[in-house]
C-alpha cells in the first residue's frame, strides 16, 4: 500500500480542486514544514523528563550538573529523528519541480548527518561531565582527548557532508587530502602538539586542574582552572587569568606545587645578617645572666667555649623545634651561611605544618619576628645599610 501525498489529503478540505495550483502547492509545503517543526517539539518536549528519569537512577543527586547538555542533547535527537522522517518522506511531503525535490533529498541528507555529529557531539560532552564528577578525575584529566575526539567526528562529518552535496564516494574526497597534506598539518600543529601534550600530561600526571603551578616564561603563578587540548588556563593569585599552550608545558620546564601542598609541611627559609663586629665570646657572668632571662637556655646544650652567635644559634633552633605551628618530622635547624661583605647570614630552616597561604605567611612572619626581638638579648645587631637621611629639629 503506497503512502498518500499531503496535497492529496489535506486538497479536499481547502477546495483543492478549485484552488490555483501554486496556492495548493505553497500550503501544502506550508502544512508539511509545520508538521516537521511540531514533531520536532514534541519528540524534545517528550524526551528530556525521560531521559532525566533514566540517568537520575544511576547518578542520584548529581543530575543538576547535567541540566545544560541534556537540554542540548534532546534537541538533537530531536533533529535528528525529523531528519530522518524528513529523508524518507519528503517526497510525499513537499511539492516542487524535479530538480527542487533532487536538491531537498540533498539538503536532507546533509541536514541529517550534521544532526548525528552534533548528537554525537553531546553524548560526548554528557560522558565527560559524568566523568569530571568522579574523584579520579582530577588526577586524571581527559578533556584534551575529548575534545580530539570531536575534532576527528566534525572531520569525518564533513566529508561525508562534501561527498553528497557533490554526489561523490567519501574516499574520493578523502585521496585529494594527500594533496594538501602540508597545509593540514600547518593548520593543526597547535592541536596535533596539543593531543601528544596532554596523553604525556595524562599519562605521567604532570599537571591537574587544581594544581598551583608557575610558569615563569608565561607570567603564570596560580590555580590551573581548565586543562585543554589547545591551551591551558591559569588563574593568577592576583585573580587574572593567563592561557598556556598546552604542549608548552612540556616543552618548557614549569614548577608544580602539587608535591608541597601533598608533603606533610611547607617550607620556611629565612634569614638575618649578623653584623660579625658584635659576635664575642661569652663569660661565665654573661652566659648566667642569659640563662636567668632565659629559663628555656639551661636545656639547651651549649659548648664549653660559647659565643654569643652560637649561644644564640641553638638557642633559636631549641624554639623553632618546640614551636606547635613547626613539624618536627621534617628537617629543623638554624645554620650559619657564608659571610658576605653585607655580615654573617644565620638561616632558619624548618617546616610548618599549615601549607595554606595566608597562616602560613603569619607563621613566618611571627618566626622572624621574634628571632629578631631576641637579639638584643644576645647582644648581636642585624647587619642594616641605612640611607643617609636628615633629621629635623622642631623649634
Known amino acids: 500500500?503506497?503512502?498518500?501525498?499531503?496535497?492529496?489529503?489535506?486538497?479536499?478540505?481547502?477546495?483543492?480542486?478549485?484552488?490555483?495550483?501554486?496556492?495548493?502547492?505553497?500550503?501544502?509545503?506550508?502544512?508539511?514544514?509545520?508538521?516537521?517543526?511540531?514533531?520536532?517539539?514534541?519528540?524534545?518536549?517528550?524526551?528530556?523528563?525521560?531521559?532525566?528519569r533514566m540517568l537520575s537512577r544511576f547518578l542520584r543527586a548529581k543530575i543538576a550538573f547535567l541540566a545544560p547538555q541534556l537540554s542540548k542533547l534532546s534537541g538533537r535527537v530531536a533533529l535528528l529523528i525529523s531528519s530522518i522522517l524528513f529523508v524518507m518522506v519528503n517526497k510525499y511531503m513537499f511539492v516542487a519541480p524535479a530538480w527542487a525535490m533532487s536538491q531537498l533529498q540533498v539538503l536532507a541528507q546533509v541536514?541529517?548527518?550534521?544532526?548525528?555529529?552534533?548528537?554525537?557531539?553531546?553524548?560526548?560532552?554528557?560522558?565527560?561531565?559524568?566523568?569530571?564528577?568522579?574523584?579520579?578525575?582530577?588526577?586524571?584529566?581527559?578533556?584534551?582527548i575529548v575534545q580530539l575526539v570531536k575534532l576527528m567526528v566534525f572531520i569525518v562529518t564533513t566529508v561525508l557532508v562534501v561527498s553528497t552535496i557533490v554526489d561523490k564516494s567519501p574516499t574520493y574526497i578523502l585521496s585529494g587530502f594527500g594533496a594538501i597534506a602540508a597545509v593540514t598539518l600547518l593548520v593543526f600543529k597547535d592541536t596535533i602538539l596539543g593531543l601528544v601534550a596532554s596523553i604525556q600530561i595524562a599519562a605521567n600526571?604532570?599537571?591537574?586542574?587544581?594544581?598551583?603551578?608557575?610558569?615563569?616564561?608565561?607570567?603564570?603563578?596560580?590555580?590551573?582552572?581548565?586543562?585543554?587540548?589547545?591551551?591551558?588556563?591559569?588563574?593568577?593569585?592576583d585573580n587574572t587569568?593567563?592561557?598556556?599552550?598546552?604542549?608548552?608545558?612540556?616543552?618548557?620546564?614549569?614548577?608544580?606545587?602539587?608535591?608541597?601542598?601533598?608533603?606533610?609541611?611547607?617550607?620556611?627559609?629565612?634569614?638575618i645578617p649578623i653584623d660579625m663586629n658584635s659576635v664575642n665570646l661569652l663569660t661565665e657572668f654573661q652566659l648566667a645572666e642569659l640563662k636567668s632571662k632565659l629559663p628555656e637556655l639551661n636545656a639547651v646544650k651549649l659548648p664549653e667555649y660559647c659565643s654569643n652567635l652560637t649561644a644564640y644559634r641553638m638557642y633559636a633552633e631549641y624554639i623553632l623545634?618546640?614551636?606547635?605551628?613547626?613539624?618536627?618530622?621534617?628537617?629543623?635547624?638554624?645554620?650559619?651561611?657564608?659571610?658576605?661583605?653585607?655580615?654573617?647570614?644565620?638561616?632558619?630552616?624548618?617546616?610548618?605544618?599549615?601549607?595554606?597561604?595566608?597562616?602560613?605567611?603569619?607563621?613566618?612572619?611571627?618566626?622572624l619576628d621574634q628571632m629578631l626581638m631576641l637579639l638584643k638579648a644576645f647582644e648581636l645587631r642585624p647587619y642594616q645599610v641605612v640611607s643617609n637621611h636628615h633629621s629635623l629639629e622642631v623649634s
Open 111 to 144: 541536514i541529517l548527518i550534521v544532526a548525528f555529529g552534533f548528537l554525537v557531539s553531546s553524548l560526548l560532552n554528557i560522558a565527560h561531565a559524568i566523568y569530571q564528577q568522579q574523584k579520579f578525575a582530577k588526577d586524571v584529566p581527559i578533556k584534551g
Open 241 to 271: 587569568v593567563t592561557t598556556i599552550p598546552t604542549y608548552a608545558l612540556i616543552s618548557d620546564s614549569f614548577k608544580n606545587w602539587r608535591a608541597m601542598q601533598e608533603s606533610p609541611g611547607r617550607r620556611i627559609k629565612r634569614h
Open 321 to 367: 623545634k618546640h614551636r606547635p605551628e613547626i613539624n618536627t618530622e621534617c628537617t629543623c635547624m638554624v645554620r650559619e651561611l657564608s659571610p658576605t661583605q653585607h655580615g654573617l647570614p644565620v638561616e632558619f630552616y624548618c617546616f610548618s605544618k599549615d601549607k595554606s597561604w595566608v597562616n602560613y605567611e603569619h607563621i613566618q612572619a611571627n618566626i
Open 1 to 52: 500500500m503506497s503512502m498518500a501525498h499531503v496535497q492529496d489529503v489535506i486538497s479536499p478540505f481547502v477546495g483543492g480542486e478549485s484552488m490555483h495550483p501554486f496556492i495548493l502547492a505553497s500550503l501544502t509545503n506550508s502544512v508539511s514544514l509545520l508538521g516537521l517543526v511540531i514533531i520536532f517539539a514534541l519528540i524534545k518536549l517528550a524526551l528530556v523528563p525521560k531521559v532525566k
Open 205 to 237: 600526571k604532570l599537571v591537574a586542574t587544581g594544581d598551583w603551578i608557575q610558569v615563569d616564561t608565561f607570567g603564570a603563578d596560580g590555580e590551573v582552572i581548565d586543562l585543554g587540548l589547545n591551551t591551558v588556563r591559569v588563574r593568577n593569585w
